[in-house]
């Protein structure tokens, strides 16, 4: 995510083609990331350049691979490719932690996922703080291999293990009066955002999203608790974060303390910042251009053999199952 003025990466980064190249510019990047973190008083040396993300994200994913979850397989959402591990918890979106792709693998173990409450307020009867664990005993867990597109063009296939929204919410008794829900990231204060601000001053924590009542309670919207058989690592949003397959990455919130039902619109954490660029809808759509950058094709980001481009989808490909909730909408108009 990127906004005027900050030098699009992303978009550089689409362009590459060759792993080899892709590689090279991440160690560059690194070092050059060091080098300003280390004048901050950020850097330490676990975080110097020669340390591969790879490594950090293998560290995290053996202290965790213990904590595995009970949960069936909803053979409905297969793919036949799927992002390799090592892949999707190295390459993320986590601006608390940081702006560099990798800055979550490295600095995301000092977020405290324990203990952790999410309120669910607003307009609902039965407002509520409900913890973790006693989400995890009342809901049933699945697992669905889902697409995650970007808006910056990347794309992954990811089997995230969790349950419908809707039956959370469900116990919450949403009110007649509860038209769209507002969700919200975690703030710690040691997280490097928060802590020196300069390093993602421009935007507004805590990260907030939202989505209208029927797309929240869609089938498809999934709060995850774990990915690839295991509790999700921290630089994926544990210890529960949201996954809306058929918008762009940014929806999907990461680490929820709060949901709010309200009657009007939340204004979300992209909109203030940008919304000529990002819309609340945020809908995949491959016709309505990005203002900086087409939306027609993505690279997905596989097992590195093959870096491919492939061409993004209506609804990223779940069109037959959410088209009819955008019935009547000008997709162009409500991007
Ligand atoms: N709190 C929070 N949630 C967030 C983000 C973020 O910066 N902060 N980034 C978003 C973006 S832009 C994307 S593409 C996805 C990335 O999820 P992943 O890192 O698990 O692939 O998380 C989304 N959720
Ligand atoms: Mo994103």
New binding site residues.
Partial sequence: ?IIKNIKPYEIKEAQVTKESIYKERRKFINTSASLVLGMMGLANSQESSTLSPESDAAKNFNAKSKDSLIYTQNPNYKESTITPYIK?TS??????FGMQKDD?SKRANILQTSPWDVVIDGEVENKMKISYEDILKKMPLEERIYR?R???AWS?N?PWIGFELGALLALAKPTSQAKYVCFQ?AVQENMPAIKHPALASF?PF??I?GLRIDEATHPLTLLAVG?YGHILPN???APL??VVPWK????????INKITLTKEMPQT?WQKLASEEYGFYANVNPNVPHPRWSQASERFIGDGLSLSRQKTQMFNGYGNEVARLYANMDLEKNF
């Fill in positions: 995510m999707a390459f993320n979106n986590f601006y608390e979550p995650l970007c808006v910056e992954m990811i990231t935007i805590p990260y999203e990915m630089q994926n949003g974060r949201l762009y990455g940014f929806k999907s919130i990461k680490s954490t």
